[in-house]
């Protein structure tokens, strides 16, 4: 029996709260802001490395973005990932999610035939949710969305996910490979394991592509692949709750309080 290879997809997102926009490109900033491991990638992570306890699986995190990535992803290494690919390239820049589908399924295609895609449900920078199935559709492959647990069969190559619905959940199956995004917060992420923790910070199982090594066509990557156009954007109005302060003696402060009450009931 061949080993069962994992292919986590993995993104690097600004912290929600540092989160700016360049006004005149209308990209995300990074260079000025903290980053973070998209949290949902990390339920992902943790959903890969329970089947490798299992089933002595290969993880490999895939990734798309600049070189500062590295040391974010390398988190993952120390966690119990086997390896890391990070594609970078100046013409990846600009991507929207179908360029963006299209460099990770190439990726995917030249890391060899993962029998599991696993990717978070969304980013916390974009939240489209677009990327698993995009992957899936490039791949022309079956996926089970926003599982919360999954197992596979190796005797008869399906994976099996579950996933919680309305008043219950329900185990969906499909044969493998197949693409699997994982709902939000659906597990604990494990710490880094310190034994490893140097080796996966130092060593060299990390490893950069360009747009040359996957093979990609340049119309499809970046913005030259990248339908997506944003018009403008604007900053929301922020909503202030109302307050009202109450003066006077506490009997006074009482019968104000039931006053204001009454008006609601």
Same mark, same amino acid.
């Given at each position: 029996? /061949?080993? %069962?290879?994992?292919?986590?997809?993995?993104?690097?997102?600004?912290?929600?709260?540092?989160?700016?926009?360049?006004?005149? /490109?209308?990209?995300?900033?990074?260079?000025?802001?903290?980053?973070?491991?998209?949290?949902?990638?990390?339920?992902?992570?943790?959903?890969?490395?329970?089947?490798?306890?299992?089933?002595?699986?290969?993880?490999?995190?895939?990734?798309?973005?600049?070189?500062?990535?590295?040391?974010?992803?390398?988190?993952?290494?120390?966690?119990?990932?086997?390896?890391?690919?990070?594609?970078?390239?100046?013409?990846?820049?600009?991507?929207?999610?179908?360029? /963006?589908?299209? /460099?990770?399924?190439?990726?995917?295609?030249?890391?060899?035939?993962?029998?599991?895609?696993?990717?978070?449900?969304?980013?916390?920078?974009?939240?489209?949710?677009?990327?698993?199935?995009?992957?899936?559709?490039?791949?022309?492959?079956?996926?089970?969305?926003? !599982?919360?647990?999954?197992?596979?069969?190796?005797?008869?190559?399906? !994976?099996?996910?579950?996933?919680?619905?309305?008043?219950?959940?329900? !185990?969906?199956?499909?044969?493998?490979?197949?693409?699997?995004?994982?709902?939000?917060?659906?597990?604990?992420?494990?710490?880094?394991?310190?034994?490893?923790?140097?080796?996966?910070?130092?060593?060299?199982?990390?490893?950069?592509?360009?747009?040359?090594?996957?093979?990609?066509?340049?119309?499809?990557?970046?913005?030259?692949?990248?339908?997506?156009?944003?018009?403008?954007?604007?900053?929301?109005?922020?909503?202030?709750?109302?307050?009202?302060?109450?003066?006077?003696?506490?009997?006074?402060?009482?019968?104000?309080?039931?006053?204001? %009450?009454?008006?609601?009931?």
């Amino acid at each position: 029996m /061949t080993e %069962l290879m994992v292919v986590v997809c993995m993104k690097v997102v600004p912290k929600p709260e540092e989160i700016r926009v360049d006004p005149e /490109t209308r990209r995300i900033e990074r260079g000025q802001v903290r980053s973070e491991i998209n949290p949902p990638d990390m339920n992902a992570l943790e959903v890969a490395l329970r089947l490798k306890d299992l089933h002595q699986a290969r993880v490999v995190i895939l990734s798309m973005g600049p070189p500062l990535f590295e040391e974010y992803l390398r988190v993952g290494l120390a966690m119990g990932a086997d390896e890391v690919v990070l594609l970078s390239d100046q013409l990846f820049a600009g991507a929207d999610t179908l360029a /963006t589908t299209y /460099t990770l399924a190439k990726g995917i295609e030249k890391i060899g035939q993962p029998d599991l895609i696993i990717c978070g449900e969304e980013s916390s920078d974009g939240a489209t949710g677009q990327v698993p199935p995009g992957i899936a559709e490039w791949l022309d492959q079956p996926q089970i969305t926003l !599982v919360a647990d999954l197992e596979v069969d190796l005797q008869r190559q399906v !994976v099996r996910g579950r996933r919680e619905i309305g008043g219950g959940f329900e !185990v969906l199956e499909a044969p493998m490979p197949a693409v699997i995004s994982v709902k939000t917060a659906s597990n604990e992420p494990r710490f880094m394991d310190y034994e490893i923790k140097e080796d996966a910070f130092t060593g060299k199982n990390l490893t950069v592509w360009t747009h040359e090594d996957i093979e990609s066509d340049k119309e499809y990557i970046g913005t030259p692949g990248s339908p997506t156009i944003v018009s403008g954007f604007e900053q929301a109005a922020v909503r202030e709750r109302k307050r009202q302060f109450l003066t006077g003696a506490r009997d006074e402060v009482i019968r104000k309080l039931v006053d204001v %009450l009454r008006e609601y009931l």
